[in-house]
């Protein structure tokens, strides 16, 4: 990792956690059942990138310094006006830029119970909805080993989805936090609705649709609800259970939602630019599921003939891979990921300097040159 301005690696401060999210995770998903406890702990056995729990542990740390809140007034709740395009692409940090206060490093800032909680939450639900998209996407390998659908079945696959799910519920009942209950169930719902977003998005019966503005819009709608809405809603329970400001708690939601766009971004880049075996699944499985997603809007958007190969879902793939890679979407996917990732890097601006903002900061710079 690229040393931080501190000269430690920032995401060493959430290392010593990371080492006990795997193990109360198995917990949270022991079952009496035999065969439900092993399809339901497989993804979790495998290598995965802790992305968000690692999001909800770096948050929860960077914002333990900054004011704290009384909460005996609840919060207004005003993140699911998310349905609403103007939403997903205004800029909405309302907090003032000023040059951050320097506090001392305290490298061992511990993470509440709670914070600890949700980062194990937010992987529950990322791997159950996995399970369910291999399904959907009737995908043969995850994580460089064959998924769960092909290694269990289909059925096995979704019902251990949805009893992640469940065993993800109670642990929420238990913060005895309604606030950040209802962000989380939000998630849920959000999840499927990106995914039906996604479907209808395919199921475009117009032999010759044509590029609209409305057309870039829809489709960072859907990768907000699929992608950002968990990282976002995440990162801003975090800030929640730490009882911080509603300024820190905003650009703490500003901070995940332009990161999760980015990531979603860089994901559908790297499906046309990376290996199968790189990935550990398989690769230009978009075209493949008959998906525009945005390197393929991007060459639309500059060869209006592409119209006619997104009516006709991708029937020819050769064509519009080949039209994609000779056109610059895959660069202007890139850019525009970076106007998020720069976006979500302004909006913690003004956290004290510490080893864990290092941390949020760092995982910026992640999500940009990923290539897996
Ligand atoms: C991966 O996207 C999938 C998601 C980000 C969300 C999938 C959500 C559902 C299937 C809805 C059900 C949700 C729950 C909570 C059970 P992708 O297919 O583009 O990426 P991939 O290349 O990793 O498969
Ligand atoms: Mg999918
Ligand atoms: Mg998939």
Redesign the pocket.
């Known amino acids: 990792a690229a040393p931080s301005p501190i000269g430690i690696d920032p995401l060493q401060s959430v290392a010593k956690e990371l080492k006990f999210l795997t193990g109360n995770i198995q917990q949270l998903l022991g079952s009496g059942h035999p065969m439900l406890d092993t399809v339901a702990k497989y993804y979790t056995q495998s290598e995965g990138k802790y992305v968000r729990p690692m999001l909800v542990l770096l948050m929860s740390q960077a914002t333990a310094l900054t004011l704290k809140h009384d909460r005996s007034t609840p919060q207004a709740l005003d993140v699911d006006s998310s349905m609403s395009p103007s939403t997903v692409l205004a800029d909405s940090n309302p907090s003032p830029l000023t040059s951050p206060p320097v506090v001392e490093d305290t490298a061992d800032t511990s993470v509440l119970p709670s914070q600890r909680r949700l980062a194990e939450i937010t992987e529950l ?2 791997t ?7 399904v ?2 009737n ?1 043969i390998s ?1 994580r460089s080993a064959p998924s769960a659908n092909i290694q269990f079945g289909n059925k096995m696959a979704v019902l251990a ?2 009893f ?2 469940g065993r993800a519920s109670v642990a929420l009942a238990r913060l005895r936090d309604p606030e950040v209950t209802e962000l989380l169930a939000t998630v ?1 719902a959000n ?2 609705e ?2 039906f977003m996604q479907l209808k998005n395919t199921a475009s019966d117009e032999k010759h649709p044509t590029y609209s503005q409305e057309t870039m819009e829809y489709y960072l709608q859907k990768t907000y609800l ?2 950002a809405s968990l990282i976002s809603k995440s990162t801003r329970a975090a800030a929640i259970l730490g009882n911080c400001s509603p300024d820190v708690v905003e650009a703490a939601y500003s901070y995940g939602k332009n990161l999760g766009l980015a990531f ?1 971004l860089v ?2 880049m790297l ?1 046309y630019t990376v290996s199968g075996a790189e ?1 550990g ?2 690769a230009g ?2 075209l493949e599921l008959g ?1 525009a997603t945005a390197p393929l809007l991007f060459a639309w958007k500059d060869n209006k003939e592409l119209g006619t190969l997104v009516g006709r879902r991708f029937a020819e793939q050769g064509d519009a891979h080949d039209l994609v890679i000779q056109s610059n979407g895959i660069e202007q996917t890139r850019a525009m990921a970076e106007d998020y990732i720069n976006k979500a890097r302004e909006a913690i601006a003004f956290f004290p300097e510490s080893q864990a903002k290092a941390g949020l900061l760092d995982m910026c710079t992640k999500v940009l040159q990923r290539r897996k």
């Open positions: 639900i990322h159950a909805s996995l399970l369910h998209d291999d959907i996407d995908s995850r989805g949805d992640m799910l849920i999840l499927i990106g995914e699929k992608s979603q994901d559908d499906d990935l699944k398989p499985a978009d998906l």
